[in-house]
């Protein structure tokens, strides 16, 4: 069939119909097929544990986190597992079962296990802080404990103490300005598009109220008392989500930092307010005028 053209190669034993329609990552997909050539992607992907799975660079294209290239590709195999070929890149690391997911049909390391394995192979910081951004931004919400393990045999040649110490640095620098940054947005733009206005000044006053009181309680407080008030699913959604998130990241930011960040959400609102028409009840009293 190859001399017909009906099929062409794609890598080492891997090749493709010439008529079909590219799927997403082919490339990659045919790099981990190639590893194993004599076995069908079903048969490996029904045994377990997994033969190759991707990680580092190439399993943060397939997440769609990052700015790295997806080769040399990137494949944490057995032990005795080698090759020669110069667009593979073969690790030896044992990869837990709760580190893998199974991403476009390859398994893959969590973005926990990624961002592990992208400091371990010395990639460019400034691409790894990307990574996590984006991972983030995305909605991501990395697990703590889990990257503090998977870190603690990094810690050492990175300057840190611990695993904890690490994962902290990791995401107090760069995943959760950009979860913040993300929620604030996404709260905005369901103010500025709500019909709902009043409600939200109302939340914001409530808010800037319960800063000075206790600021890491201040949005879930402001959150609860306007589902009581019966305002609008969609504020009522983007609030209860960044009150989670509130929650979720209070022990690595400081009172001045929720400040600002609370006053970027009022800052929002007031400017949605100020772009809504005032509209006046034809019975209120007019300067200069007179009661009929």
């Known amino acids: ?43 490996r992907l029904s045994s377990q544990p997994y033969d190759a799975i991707a990680s580092g660079r190439t399993a943060s294209c397939l997440q769609g986190f990052g700015d790295f290239y997806e080769s040399p590709y990137c494949f944490v195999v057995a032990e005795g597992k080698r090759s020669t070929r110069k667009e593979l890149e073969l690790l030896h690391e044992p990869v837990d079962e709760q580190d893998i997911d199974l991403t476009y049909g390859i398994p893959s390391t969590t973005p926990e296990r990624t961002l592990a394995d992208l400091l371990r192979l010395e990639e460019e910081p400034s691409l790894i802080d990307d990574y996590l951004e984006q991972a983030a931004s995305s909605g991501h ?28 640095n990791l995401l107090g620098k760069s995943a959760i300005p950009a979860a913040l940054n993300s929620s604030i947005d996404q709260f905005v733009r369901v103010l500025e598009s709500s019909s709902v206005l009043q409600d939200a000044v109302r939340l914001s006053h409530m808010v800037n ?43 690595f930011i400081n009172q001045n930092a929720l400040q600002n960040t609370v006053a970027s959400i009022i800052a929002g609102i007031n400017a949605a307010e100020n772009a809504a028409p005032v509209q006046k009840n034809p019975s209120d009293k007019q300067p200069g005028g007179t009661e009929g």
Request: glycine share 8%.
């Open 1 to 43: 069939m190859a001399n017909d053209g009906r099929i062409e190669p794609v890598a080492y034993g891997t090749y493709r119909v010439t008529t079909g329609v590219e799927t997403a990552h082919a490339a990659t997909k045919a790099a981990w097929l190639s590893l194993y050539p004599k076995k069908t992607a079903f048969e």
């Open 141 to 168: 919400i990395f697990d703590e404990k889990r990257l503090a393990v998977l870190l603690g045999p990094l810690c050492r040649s990175y300057g840190y103490e611990n695993g904890t110490a690490f994962a902290e």
């Open 209 to 251: 109220k319960s800063v000075p009181a206790g600021y890491e309680k201040a949005v879930a407080s402001a959150a609860k008392a306007v589902k009581s008030s019966g305002v609008h699913p969609d504020v009522l959604s983007s609030v209860n989500a960044l009150s989670e998130l509130m929650n979720t990241v209070s022990s």
